[in-house]
């Protein structure tokens, strides 16, 4: 049992606000490459207007997720969460949001869970001057997958957490590429000149059933099975980590969302399109998606994280 689950184990439970949302000002200052691309990036986590807790969570480095302080030692050496030590393995440009599932406190759980151990099982995969592609998939598709286990034995330690599981979709930036990947159905979208590219693919019943020509896209969207399951995080499928990528080189003026099903189930393809292509601050994107998710009546927690590739050159709020 790893070092983080004794951690957790040791206490009653999650010591986290059940109400907890996190957004934070535009970041600036995560390089891609030196002098000619950087990464500014927005993130918003709200638990919604129906839900009682917040089963999202994100990845952004070096800033601490929705449930941030409920660890002490997950980074090594004794250091707390936030703190230097325990950031050291955190590996440069990666981001990830999970959206958990299960009953009581399973799905707020493992999604922090996802967002917590991904990074490090990367990170002692990835060395940072890592840019051979294969290499960079193994890497990721091996640390979901030891995630994926951990989050399995985990689940029947402690009666709450029992059945637990969580999507995940992630996005890490290497010097000239991009590699996607998702496990479930919160989605990644790139924007580049005007045309939005969903860049993964929705795990669930209702989705295999339109790839099997059982049923049509247009039934797609109201299908009882729309928001049914059959990969994710915590399942015996996902063993093997994510089965598809998407590896593509990053150019000036790319905008990157990933987000949970509180968004892209309620806010169209459309809006999304127009909001990420007139908005050139990533943070007030994000809040505008999240509003209209609210306003269209999201019965889900909502989370929108979004990436703008600009040039280094580039006065702040351009791209």
């Known amino acids: 049992?790893?070092?983080?689950?004794?951690?957790?184990?040791?206490?009653?439970?999650?010591?986290?606000?059940?109400?907890?949302?996190?957004?934070?000002?535009?970041?600036?200052?995560?390089?891609?490459?030196?002098?000619?691309?950087?990464?500014?990036?927005?993130?918003?986590?709200?638990?919604?207007?129906?839900?009682?807790?917040?089963?999202?969570?994100?990845?952004?480095?070096?800033?601490?997720?929705?449930?941030?302080?409920?660890?002490?030692?997950?980074?090594?050496?004794g250091h707390g969460e936030g703190e230097g030590g325990a950031m050291t393995l955190d590996p440069s440009n990666l981001f990830i949001v999970a959206d958990g599932m299960g009953g009581q406190q399973a799905g707020e759980q493992a999604?922090?869970?996802?967002?917590?151990?991904?990074?490090?099982?990367?990170?002692?995969?990835?060395?940072?001057?890592q840019s051979e592609p294969r290499r960079v998939q193994e890497a990721i598709r091996e640390a979901v997958a030891e995630v994926n286990q951990e989050i399995l034995g985990s689940s029947g330690t402690i009666t709450e957490f029992s059945n637990m599981g969580t999507t995940v979709v992630l996005a890490q930036f290497r010097p000239d590429k991009v590699y996607v990947a998702g496990i479930g159905d919160s989605r990644a979208y790139r924007l580049r000149e005007g045309r939005l590219e969903q860049l993964t693919k929705d795990h669930s019943l209702a989705d295999a059933l339109v790839e099997a020509g059982t049923i049509t896209r247009e039934e797609l969207p109201t299908h009882k099975f729309k928001n049914v399951l059959y990969l994710y995080l915590g399942s015996k499928d996902a063993r093997s980590g994510p089965e598809d990528f998407r590896v593509m080189d990053v150019h000036v003026g790319d905008r990157f969302l990933m987000a949970s099903d509180g968004l892209t189930g309620v806010v169209?393809?459309?809006?999304?399109?127009?909001?990420?292509?007139?908005?050139?601050?990533?943070?007030?994107?994000?809040?505008?998606?999240?509003?209209?998710?609210?306003?269209?009546?999201?019965?889900?927690?909502?989370?929108?994280?979004?990436?703008?590739v600009v040039s280094d050159g580039l006065p702040a709020g351009n791209s």
């Open 111 to 129: 999604s922090l869970m996802a967002v917590e151990l991904i990074p490090r099982e990367l990170a002692k995969r990835l060395p940072p001057d």
């Open 268 to 308: 169209t393809d459309d809006d999304i399109a127009k909001i990420l292509g007139s908005v050139d601050d990533p943070h007030q994107a994000a809040v505008q998606l999240k509003n209209l998710a609210l306003d269209n009546d999201s019965k889900d927690n909502i989370t929108c994280l979004i990436v703008h």
């Open 1 to 77: 049992m790893s070092r983080w689950w004794k951690g957790l184990t040791a206490t009653a439970g999650p010591r986290h606000d059940p109400e907890a949302t996190d957004e934070f000002a535009t970041l600036s200052s995560l390089t891609l490459l030196p002098g000619r691309l950087r990464l500014r990036v927005g993130v918003v986590s709200v638990r919604g207007n129906y839900r009682e807790h917040n089963e999202d969570n994100f990845y952004v480095p070096g800033k601490r997720s929705v449930r941030h302080d409920s660890f002490g030692d997950i980074g090594g050496g």
